[in-house]
Nanobody
């Protein structure tokens, strides 16, 4: 069993940066992949990024590529999402998820989810 808690969201001006954190407790956090998703009002949940259990392999969605960076610190049981050059289209609730089953890009592939943290970007 893995429990996840996101933090670090808030209000930021366009062009600014935020770093989200996903803290885990219980389970085998160091041995499972972790992904980030986001959901804007009126839209489906969207894949953002994923990182392997070792942290050596990452993949980022085209919409955030070269702006967002996923990383993890297994000693702290925490996964991060560094977000730079934010724009209004990045406004959403951001969720971390763990333990994908098969594809890493679909919400249904993940077993454990956090409660989400709101990110709002003002123009």
């Amino acid at each position: 069993q893995v429990q996840l808690v996101e933090s670090g969201g808030g209000l930021v001006q366009a062009g600014g940066s935020l770093r989200l954190s996903c803290a885990a407790s219980d389970g085998t956090f160091s041995s499972i992949p972790v992904g980030w998703f986001r959901q804007a009002p009126g839209k489906e949940r969207e894949f953002v990024a994923v990182i392997s259990w070792s942290g050596s392999t990452t993949f980022h969605a085209d919409s955030v590529k070269d702006r967002f960076t996923i990383s993890r610190d297994n000693a702290k049981k925490t996964v991060y999402l560094q977000m730079n050059s934010l724009n209004s289209e990045d406004t959403a609730v951001y969720y971390c998820a763990a333990d994908p089953d098969g594809s890493w890009k679909e919400p249904s592939d993940y077993r454990f989810w956090g409660q989400g943290t709101q990110v709002t970007v003002s123009s």
